[in-house]
């Protein structure tokens, strides 16, 4: 008997890869997409009371940091696994490779197993524009990317299809990045303009995003590069010791983050005092709390990403892919006929004592 094919219908874990993802964006189309995903993570902030919070489980390691990121409401329970290794690309692999699970509260059912790493990108990109709305002045065009890896093309698209920014100005310490990014941005309607220096690529822009990776307190932007009315994307300065931004640009203008606990662990807010002023995210989006006052001010989104960004990318995804068909059964959970009688699955296996243990085989070939 294979339990595999005798699976009760109530056990439904679907499985999500990479490829399945790209074909929900393809369908869908990209524009589609983040507009769904901006509003999907809006409306879950505006429930934020409703959800069970914590900061990330984070393990670092002399390259790098993987982290655990739970989080739940009385319906939905979702976790992402995602690493963060900023020296992986020159061992061909990426910085950012990431994977969750979301599950039924009711019965703990493990409902979906996802690829992450595509669609952390789709929900950070969603996530910087749903700020940039609350925050950057309403006419801005002209966005600095500063840094052009994995997710540049992502902030960039977003930040053209949702916010109407007409121009680009890049900027990366690797010019074979900024070529990709040209490359895949070509076929738009963007202005891409190639820029020598971070300096260089933040003069006239109105909004600043960074997105480097290096393992690092590095100070990408300055305050001399800071303009009045400007809104200031940090997205790269996201783990204790690996931040973008100058203490004074944090210091010139009122800074939003996520979740305050986490971000001032992790954020460019770590170089502060415990006590420096940050608001919420979902306090402005309620309007609880005030976002940008004056199109002369300086606001800062100090950006993280946070589990509950992935709750609703994973919701998002699951319903995308059940209206469309796209994914596959993964059997994960045995199928019992007899939920007490695990022991049952076994029958399916071969007698334990005419087996060899996969180790003592390779043992006996060696
Ligand atoms: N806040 C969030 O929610 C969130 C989500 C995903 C990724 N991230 C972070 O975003 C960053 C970028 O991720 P990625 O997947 O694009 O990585 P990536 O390695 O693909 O690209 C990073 C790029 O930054 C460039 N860079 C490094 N130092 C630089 C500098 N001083 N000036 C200009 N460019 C510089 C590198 O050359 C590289 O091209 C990472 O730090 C990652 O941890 C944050």
Known sequence: MNYLTTQPAHIHTAFLSPQHVAEIVQTRGLPAIFAGLV?????????????????????????????????????????KYVNGHPGNTQRGLSTVMAFGVLA?????????????????????????????????????????????????????????????????????IDEAATAKL?????????????CSSAADAARGADIITTVTADKSQATIITPG??????????VGGDCPSKTELHADVLRAGPVFVEYAPQSRVEGDVQQMAADFPVTELWQV?????????????????DSVG???EDYSALRFMREQAL??????PLPL????????????????AAPVANRQAPVARENHHA
Do not use: C
């Open 182 to 194: 040209m490359r895949n941005l070509a076929g738009t309607s963007l202005r891409l303009v190639k």
């Open 333 to 348: 959970i045995p199928a019992l006929a007899d939920p007490k009688d695990l022991f049952s699955v076994l029958g399916t």
């Open 306 to 308: 946070f589990a509950l």
């Open 39 to 79: 509003e999907a993570i809006r409306a879950d902030f505006l429930r934020w009371p409703e959800f069970d919070k914590t900061a990330r489980v984070a393990s670092h390691s002399a390259n790098g940091v993987i982290e655990l990121m739970p989080i739940a409401d009385a319906k939905t329970y979702t976790f």
């Open 104 to 172: 039924d509260v009711d019965t703990g059912t493990p409902l979906l197993v996802s690829e992450l790493t595509l669609t952390t990108a789709l929900r950070t990109a969603a996530t910087s524009v749903m700020a940039a709305q609350a925050l950057a002045r309403p006419d801005s065009r002209v966005m600095a990317l500063i840094g052009n890896g994995s997710q540049s093309e992502f902030q960039a698209l977003a930040f053209h299809h949702v916010l109407g920014i007409e121009e680009l100005r890049l900027y990366d």
């Open 225 to 234: 590069m800071v303009q009045p009315g400007m809104h200031i994307n940090g």
């Open 323 to 328: 209206a469309l068909g796209i994914g596959e």
């Open 285 to 301: 989006l309620n309007g609880t709390a005030m976002g940008r006052s004056a199109d002369e001010q300086v606001t800062v989104f």
